[in-house]
């Protein structure tokens, strides 16, 4: 009776009573398992929902740029190609939106970062995502790229990785990275209070008012931390990133343990991006503002400092998710890598990252059953993911292309 009573909790979700398996083909999962997606962006929409002129420069730069804009299309034209296989593709913990310039360097940490697509879903759209990425790269790379052999070596360390707990080696790039990355904390706030940009008053008011919420939020998560901790020094909007240039951003410059200018701490407030349902991912279409936090701790290689939730603007609008940054934050650029061997070690540190997370951040009576049913799922995806990368890259670059020429 458990047993059954457990395959109907797992398909419930899908239909309104238990069904026999080979029949759920014709329930409304089919239609919320992905969905036609254009790869084309128009210019002149991008700009009505308020595209600056700078991201539209950074869209036309290269067909990389314009392909970090596509995270919802990519899940959503995946699903759609893997419907066939959907009984038969496990729920894990997915990025979402895993590629490679989501590299991040901290002083003390690196990894894949941007967790704000994060959701529980199948682990295909991952490996076409980060694969295709892989091939734009190489596209833009100035040395000899072989993009076929690389995600070969991608494919090979996630599948070594859902076998085995992996030995991370942390990529040689890291080190140069950080060597370049603004270390002192003066300049570092400087910039950071350069990337705030004016408030109107009535919006600027709102966001302090419930700042006040966030404030007791903390001072309960962290008593020894005062109340001052959290003044708000600065609030600007932020305008910042590729794929979430047009979400709604805060940025916050706040006291931190004293008067003292150069330990105040920089804080991001950022809101969700609703699911459409069609999305074979799940999201919730209510609150949100804990699910980017969440993959952080399950996918991520750190936690903020300060994170959290806050309602900074009117009813019924979303709450935001809350990070700090570290100063010597750096997000990896393609012009960093210099051959193949540093962007093999990227490629396998992200497989890594995003296969084997589960090793550790699972429970441990779900670790053999998750190897199992994630092994087998890879086995019979594979071969498709591969060719699916190849051909969305393709794909990218043709409406890259007539996106430029408009």
């Known amino acids: 009776m458990r047993h059954g009573f457990l395959v109907f909790v797992l398909f ?52 990389y740029s314009y392909f970090r804009t596509l995270s919802k299309q990519y899940e959503l034209r995946t699903c759609a190609a893997f419907r066939d296989k959907r009984w038969h593709l496990p729920v ?48 833009e790379a100035k040395w000899s790229c072989d ?3 690389v995600v070969s070596t991608f494919f090979e360390a996630y599948r070594a990785s859902l076998d085995r707990p992996p030995v991370r080696i942390v990529p040689a790039v890291t080190a140069r990275i950080r060597a370049a990355a603004p270390g002192a904390q003066e300049p570092w706030l400087a910039w950071a209070d350069g990337l705030m940009q004016p408030l109107a008053s009535d919006r600027e008011a709102r966001a302090r008012k419930g700042w006040v919420g966030f404030v007791h939020l903390q001072t309960d998560l962290h008593p020894e931390r005062p109340a001052t901790f959290f003044d708000i020094v600065r609030v600007g ?11 709604t951003k805060l940025l916050f410059r706040i006291r931190g343990p004293s008067d003292a200018p150069n330990d105040d701490l ?42 959290g939730f806050a309602t900074l603007a009117d009813d019924p609008a979303p709450e935001f998710w809350v990070q700090s940054w570290v100063p010597g934050y750096r997000e990896l650029s393609i012009s960093d890598i210099a051959n193949a061997s540093e962007m093999n070690e990227l490629v396998v540190d992200a497989a890594h990252q995003l296969a084997g997370h589960f090793w550790e951040r ?3 009576e779900l670790r053999a059953m998750q190897r199992h049913a994630q092994l087998e799922a890879f086995d019979a995806t594979s ?23 408009n």
């Open 12 to 63: 419930a979700g899908c239909a309104s009573r238990p069904q026999q398996r080979e029949h759920l083909t014709s329930t409304s999962c089919d239609d919320s398992f992905g969905a036609p997606a254009s790869f084309a962006l128009d210019r002149k929409e991008l700009s009505a929902k308020g595209a600056s002129p700078a991201l539209l420069r950074k869209l036309d730069r290269s067909a």
């Open 266 to 307: 920089v804080v991001e407030a950022r809101t969700s991006t609703p699911p459409t349902g069609k999305e074979c991912a799940s999201r919730p279409g209510h609150g949100g503002s804990l699910q980017p936090l969440m993959f952080m701790a399950l996918l991520g290689p750190r936690m903020p400092d300060v994170a």
């Open 362 to 364: 699972f429970p441990p």
């Open 237 to 247: 909007a932020l305008q910042m990133g590729v794929g979430s240039a047009l979400e």
């Open 147 to 149: 993009a076929n052999a």
């Open 383 to 405: 071969e498709r993911a591969r060719a699916l990368a190849r051909e969305f890259a393709d794909e990218t670059t043709r409406a890259w292309e007539a996106f430029r020429a």
């Open 92 to 139: 894990v913990a997915i990025h979402a939106d895993a590629h490679l310039e989501q590299f991040v360097v901290t002083p003390t940490t690196a990894g894949l970062e941007d967790f704000d697509q994060s959701a529980y879903g199948p682990a295909v759209v991952d490996l076409v995502r980060y694969a295709s990425s892989i091939h734009l790269a190489c596209r």
